[in-house]
């Protein structure tokens, strides 16, 4: 990743060379990377509008609605939350409006709603059509048996260097990190490396402790891109493997495959647990007074406790808990 050339003009984000497109492709089925955030801009005109937009996006997030909010977002006039028709999920936001903006509409998708995106390769194509660039994408690989990506693993390349395309040689600019450290507390550390100001942050943090696990070993990389001096290409959206191993150097070791259904099953496990273990604390000397209440009929403990909806926990997950509930893979 290159800032801008001598003329000031943005530097294309490039792949670097280190996959050959091809090659990648046919030894891997799966992508080694996933896309854990998408910002576009779209233009807008006399027919297509925000009506027309909403429609289009449901055709790769089909259960999408607009919640609006009666407040302007970052310079636009008004904002609408995406939320889901199914459940109430938190998709992202589209905000439009405003003279300063000139006709045009930012979407911001996160997470749950890059997850819920199937046909990336469709997207492409429309947003080669409809959409004026990309204004920021996370690109995220986990290492869920984090045999090889630890914290301090990033900890030793930073020192060595090898955040940075001049390596550690003498005279070269050096990579800022930033350590937030959990003391051994269990909550999970994460390592902060470059600045979000300048468009290109990486982010490695254990991931299963931050859901809640103490002891699990799963570390994610999770690299920011935006629009700040670079222009990213649309085929970030179907090779964000690519784009991830050629950010630094120290991730062209990228080889993994992954499913992302995989980590999603692995995220809401250790959710769920986390979930089931503080309501045992805080729940389960009532719950066993309830049994005795009810004679140990456990139908009638349950039926009186239960609540409508999906815990604040798992709620980044909804859209996926049908499939992996209905199909006994929890």
Wanted: hydrophobic letters at 40%; a positive charge; one cysteine or more.
């Amino acid at each position: 990743m290159l800032n801008i050339t001598l003329d000031g003009t943005p530097r294309l984000v490039t792949t670097g060379g280190n996959y050959p497109l091809d090659e990648l492709d046919k030894n891997h089925s799966y992508p080694i990377a996933h896309i854990d955030w998408l910002a576009l801009t779209v233009k807008f005109t006399e027919t297509k509008e925000l009506g027309w937009l909403v429609q289009e996006l449901r055709q790769f997030i089909p259960p999408l609605t607009l919640t609006p909010t009666g407040k302007g977002w970052n310079g636009y006039k008004e904002r609408h939350n995406i939320t889901c028709a199914d459940f109430n999920g938190d998709l992202g936001l589209i905000a439009h409006g405003g003279e300063t903006q000139r006709g045009t509409a930012s979407i911001q998708l996160n997470a749950q709603a890059c997850s819920m995106i199937a046909d990336w390769q469709a997207l492409k194509t429309w947003c080669e059509q409809n959409a004026s660039k990309i204004t920021r994408i996370d690109l995220a690989h986990d290492d869920i048996t984090g045999k090889i990506l630890t914290i301090a693993k990033g900890i030793q390349w930073l020192q060595d260097g090898l955040f940075s395309n001049n390596g550690a040689r003498e005279g070269a600019t050096a990579v800022k990190g930033r350590l937030i450290d959990d003391l051994g507390s269990g909550d999970g550390k994460t390592l902060y490396v470059g600045n979000r100001k300048s468009g290109k942050m990486l982010r490695i943090y254990e991931k299963g402790k931050q859901l809640g696990d103490k002891l699990s070993v799963w570390v994610r990389a999770e690299v920011e891109l935006k629009d700040k001096d670079r222009v990213i290409p649309w085929d970030a959206l179907v090779n964000p493997s690519h784009y991830l191993a050629a950010a630094y150097p120290c991730l062209n070791y990228l080889s993994a495959i992954q499913h992302k259904i995989k980590t999603i099953k692995k995220a809401v496990n250790i959710s769920l647990d986390a979930a089931i273990h503080h309501l045992r604390n805080t729940g389960g000397m009532l719950i066993n007074l309830m049994m005795q209440k009810h004679y140990g009929d456990a139908f009638l403990v349950v039926n009186e406790l239960k609540r409508e909806g999906i815990p604040k926990r798992l709620a980044s997950y909804a859209a996926h808990l049908p499939v992996l509930l209905n199909e006994g893979k929890l």
